[in-house]
Every structure is written in structure tokens, then in C-alpha cells.
């Protein structure tokens, strides 16, 4: 079991870590030598000698400020004397400092952290309880911009070195802090000898006046179960003070004492922390870069001393013997007869400085894995080309993937718990099997991705919802988005449906009604109409009529009979006087 932090244990105990060192050609191939299979010497021991370097050398590398070429004692200026007076004066050499180590560090970053963190569920069967869990999971590490803590992390690693996640609740608020020597902490991780699991973690920082002097300093140490804080005084400000602060350091004190101790509330130590032994992202590099800084220092020196024509005068009499000086227009130069005056031939030295730094600045890159934004000449480039144009940049990502996971998991463990905590889904986000891993970014084609996604769903080799995730501008509740949007697709289209079913039903009524209106408003009755002939017998004529049901005046054929005449079954007008039908043949009998 990991040994807790007490109060008894010595603060510089807790407050020590291993160096970061580089390390040194001392003993090259110098171990002795073999004749006739028997060595000179019995055993062959080996030293491998190493240069300690600070996390300050590395903030040096990383500000052009502080590069090795602005350091005057390791380049210094150049002395000459003034022939007239006989004194000495200083001309400064020319220094260019390039801030090659920022272009590289911004290049790793945003292959390493340019895609999101990526979530999958791991279960066989994906129920609509365990996508619930899943979408309020990946809520909650957007809305705790645990990306932003990735981030930080990772620049902290390669800029710095090491650098740290810590998670913490503030009232049952899940919160989180990154802590990096680029803030000004010193990180000091302590790990269990028989897991390996990290066991103790301290974190030292200072608090600082407007005039830059210390006046708090503090030490916050991590266990297990507690969180403590220790503060002690700045820095001495008198005889007393420092006496004070001797004393302490010598019974292993240093003057701190406990101010805070409280439980952290997590069930493990609630620390990420991730060390980088190499250093920074260009350590591999920096040699490089030193000596691309001295060669282009040296052309613009060459420049500023035969960059500019020479002039000559010579020849008795003369006013001004030689120049350099070619900062006017014009000179007026007295010559006797036999004077001349001309330039110089100068040896230009460009060409081959130019050979050089060419050939340093592509070994910086190559060296660091960081890849030169290459020029396109068509405007759409398959994804192919992209990855292999950055091929280099790609594959350290990848390796950076694999070292960088354990981290990633202890992160991914902190927030599962302080905010499961937080949204009382704690057991649920620990029962719900959560796949995560980095994925390392390249640039791509939008187009080329999305239609490959497309041909995928469309083969039925991946599901809709696998597309969605993968597809960059996807969110992630965008499946529920998706299934919301089609299930009111369908209720809009079922309601129009019902609509049309409901008009159907009720023009059908209605035509119903009509009909019914009509067979109720006329009935069908049998008239009867008896008539005498010229021999004085009575003939009987029965016919059909419709007659309207509220009172109205009978009418033929569904006609409403305005004129008061009758007509037989065959349309004939019936003579009100005779009885008999009038037939339509009497008036055209009497006009032909």
C-alpha cells in the first residue's frame, strides 16, 4: 500500500526530484581493446556522463531573449582602437536570435491535441439508458473544458518538461487547475516503489510583491485521502529575518508550517502527472538552432563589413584618402592630375552562408519531426497527399498518442468521479464501458471524409450514428439531434396524413348530407288526369311528377314549375281545358 504523507515527514524529503540532464560525448568508444579474443583489461567499466539542465535552460531555448547568441561572454563584441586618440571602443557584433523552438512547440501541439479527446461506447449492446450516460458523459467533459486542460497539459510537457492535472470539489463542483513550471510551479511527483502508482505529489509557487521580491511562499502536497498546505514567510528583509530562516533550514524545517488540511474527496490520489525525460519538444533540435543563430549572425557581420561598395582615393593632394562611408548621394572628391579613384572587388560570401543555413533550417525541422507548410499547386489535395507531405509530423503524433495515454486515462478517471459527483451520475459513469483514445490530427479534405462516410453508410459497413461521430462538425448529442429531427419528420408527416384523412371524411359526409338533402326535399307521387274525346268517352291519363316536400309548386323533371302547367310522362303539355296532352307536332302542322 502507497505510504501516506505525514506531518512528520520531512518537507525535503517531499520537496526532490531526478533531474533533467543531456547527455555528454565524455568516454566515446574509450573501453579498451580485444587481441586474440582476451581483453586487456578484465572487466570493462562504463560511466555515461551526463550535463544536468533546469526547467529555467529550457524557458531560455524557448524565448529568443534568452538564446546562447545574446550571451556576450560566450560570443563576445569585437574591440578596436581609434588611431587618432589611441582609445578603445567596443563595436557590437551583430546577433539574431530565431524563435525556431515556438514554431516547433505550436506544430507538435496541434498535431497531438488538434482532434478532441474521442469517446466511444464499448458495450455489445448499445441500450437507450447506456447512450443516456454516454451523451451526459461527453456533456460534462465539454462543459468542464476538460479539452482546455488537455491542452495545457500537453504545451506544459513540451515546453517545460513535466506538468500536471490536478481535479478538486468545491462544494460538491467538480473543478480542475493544470500546474506547469511555465506558471511558475516546481513539480515534485513521489511514487510507490512496489505498483508504481503515483503515491505522494507536491507543488511549490511564491507570492510576489509589485517590485518582484517573494512574499508568501506555499507548498501544497497530495496523498491519497488529504490535501495540505504550508506557508511560510518570504524572502528576509533584515538581519533578524534571515538568521531566522537559517536556523529553520537547519533542523530540515525551512520554516513552513501547516495552514490547510482537508479530504479531497476522491477515492485516489486526484493528480495526472506526465514527465517528458528528454525535455522539451526541440531538444533534439537545439543544437541546430544554436548554430543556424551563429552562421546568420556571421553573414549579416560579413554583410555589414563588405556588403557595401568600398571606395578608394589615391594619390598626392588628395583631400580624403579612403571611405566607407556611402550614406549621401553624392561626394566631391579633390584629386591631383595623377589621382584615381574606384571601388573595391569584394568577395561576396552570401552564396555559400546561403548553402548552409538552408541546410540547417531543414535539419531543424526533421530533427524536431515539425514539417514546413508546404506550397500547394492545385487547389484540392486528395488525403493521401496531405499525410504524406506530413508524414513526419503525423508519426510523431502518433508515438506521442501511445505516451501520453496513461496520462490521458488518469484524467479521464478524475473527471469520471468529481463530476459523476457533481451530477449524481457517478455509479452510472463507472458501470457504463467508455472507450476513449487520442487521436492525432492531419490536415484533411472535408469533402474527401464526408463522402467517404457516406459510401461507408451506404455500403453498410458502418452505422449512421458511427458517421455522425466521426464527422468533424458533429457535436456530441448530434445522433439524438438526428433521431429527434426524424421522429418529427414523422409526426409531421402522420399529421398530414390524419389531416388529409379528416378533409376526405368530411367532404364525404358532406356529399353524403347533400344527397340525402336532395332525396329528402323531393319525392316521387303518381298524378291523375282524366280527359274526354270527340265521341264523348272519358280516357284516364296517369303520370309522374315530383312535388317538394315544404309546399312549393310541383315541378317536372326536378324543375320548379313557375307557370303553373302540367306535363305528361313524355313532356307533353297537358291542356287544362280538354285534359289531353297537347302534342308538339298541332303548331307545326299549322305553319307547314
Not at 104 to 122: A, M, P, R, Y
Amino acid at each position: 500500500m502507497a505510504e501516506k504523507f505525514t506531518q512528520t515527514q520531512q518537507l525535503r524529503d517531499i520537496l526532490t526530484k531526478k533531474p533533467f540532464t543531456r547527455v555528454l560525448p565524455d568516454g566515446h568508444y574509450d573501453h579498451g581493446y580485444i587481441w586474440n579474443n582476451v581483453s586487456e583489461v578484465p572487466i570493462t567499466h562504463d560511466s555515461l556522463h551526463r550535463k544536468i539542465v533546469t526547467q529555467e535552460d529550457f524557458l531560455r531555448e524557448l524565448d529568443p531573449a534568452g538564446h546562447l547568441i545574446n550571451d556576450k561572454e560566450l560570443f563576445p563584441d569585437v574591440w578596436q582602437q581609434n588611431e587618432e586618440d589611441g582609445k578603445w571602443y567596443i563595436q557590437e557584433i551583430p546577433r539574431y536570435a530565431f524563435s525556431f523552438q515556438q514554431i516547433i512547440l505550436v506544430k507538435h501541439l496541434t498535431h497531438l491535441c488538434g482532434n478532441d479527446i474521442q469517446f466511444e461506447l464499448s458495450d455489445k449492446s448499445v441500450t437507450e439508458e447506456t447512450t443516456e450516460v454516454f451523451n451526459e458523459f461527453r456533456n460534462g467533459w465539454a462543459n468542464k473544458n476538460m479539452e482546455v486542460a488537455w491542452y495545457q497539459l500537453a504545451k506544459s510537457v513540451k515546453a517545460t518538461g513535466d506538468g500536471a492535472f490536478v481535479g478538486f470539489l468545491d462544494k460538491g463542483e467538480f473543478g480542475w487547475k493544470v500546474l506547469s513550471f511555465l506558471n511558475g510551479d516546481k513539480l515534485f511527483p513521489h511514487y510507490d516503489l512496489r505498483t508504481g502508482k503515483l503515491s505522494t505529489f507536491a507543488r511549490t509557487y511564491c507570492n510576489y510583491s509589485e517590485d518582484g521580491s517573494v512574499t508568501k511562499r506555499y507548498i501544497d502536497v497530495w496523498d491519497d485521502t488529504y490535501y495540505y498546505r504550508f506557508v511560510a514567510d518570504g524572502d528576509p528583509k533584515n538581519l533578524l529575518e534571515k538568521a531566522k530562516q537559517l536556523i529553520f533550514k537547519l533542523f530540515s524545517t525551512d520554516g513552513y508550517k501547516l495552514e490547510w488540511m482537508e479530504p479531497h474527496g476522491f477515492d485516489t490520489i486526484p493528480v495526472a502527472y506526465m514527465r517528458d525525460e528528454n525535455g522539451p519538444c526541440w531538444t533534439f533540435s537545439e543544437e541546430t538552432i544554436e548554430n543556424y543563430e551563429i552562421a546568420f549572425s556571421n553573414l549579416a557581420h560579413s554583410n555589414h563589413d563588405f556588403g557595401l561598395p568600398i571606395m578608394y582615393v589615391k594619390g598626392e593632394g588628395s583631400e580624403e584618402v579612403t571611405t566607407k562611408d556611402m550614406s549621401y548621394a553624392s561626394k566631391i572628391m579633390l584629386l591631383p592630375s595623377d589621382g584615381e579613384i574606384g571601388f573595391l572587388n569584394r568577395q561576396d560570401a552570401s552564396n555559400a552562408y546561403k548553402a548552409e543555413l538552408d541546410k540547417l533550417e531543414d535539419n531543424i525541422y526533421k530533427q524536431s519531426f515539425a514539417v514546413k507548410t508546404p506550397e500547394l499547386k492545385s487547389g484540392d489535395t486528395p488525403g493521401v497527399s496531405l499525410k504524406i507531405m506530413y508524414s513526419d509530423a503525423y508519426e510523431k503524433a502518433m508515438t506521442d498518442a501511445q505516451e501520453y495515454d496513461g496520462c490521458v486515462d488518469k484524467m479521464i478517471d478524475i473527471f469520471t468521479w468529481g463530476y459523476g459527483i457533481e451530477s449524481e451520475n457517478r455509479l452510472a459513469f463507472l458501470n457504463t464501458n467508455i472507450r476513449h483514445y487520442i487521436e492525432p490530427y492531419i490536415h484533411l479534405n472535408i469533402t474527401e471524409l464526408t463522402t467517404n462516410l457516406n459510401t461507408a453508410v451506404v455500403g453498410g459497413f458502418l452505422s449512421k450514428q458511427t458517421a455522425s461521430e466521426k464527422l468533424p462538425y458533429s457535436t456530441p448529442q448530434e445522433w439524438e439531434r438526428i433521431q429527434a429531427e426524424k421522429k418529427a419528420e414523422q409526426e409531421h408527416e402522420l399529421l398530414l396524413t390524419e389531416q388529409k384523412l379528416e378533409i376526405q371524411s368530411e367532404i364525404s359526409i358532406r356529399q353524403a348530407e347533400a344527397l340525402a338533402e336532395i332525396e329528402a326535399d323531393y319525392t316521387q307521387e303518381t298524378t291523375t288526369s282524366t280527359s274526354t274525346d270527340e265521341n264523348g268517352n272519358k280516357t284516364t291519363t296517369k303520370g309522374r311528377a315530383r312535388k317538394r316536400t315544404k309546399g312549393s309548386v310541383a315541378t317536372a323533371r326536378g324543375r320548379k314549375n313557375k307557370s303553373g302547367k302540367s306535363w305528361d310522362e313524355n313532356g307533353n303539355e297537358i291542356d287544362p281545358t280538354t285534359g289531353k296532352a297537347k302534342s308538339k307536332w298541332d303548331k307545326w302542322d299549322a305553319t307547314h
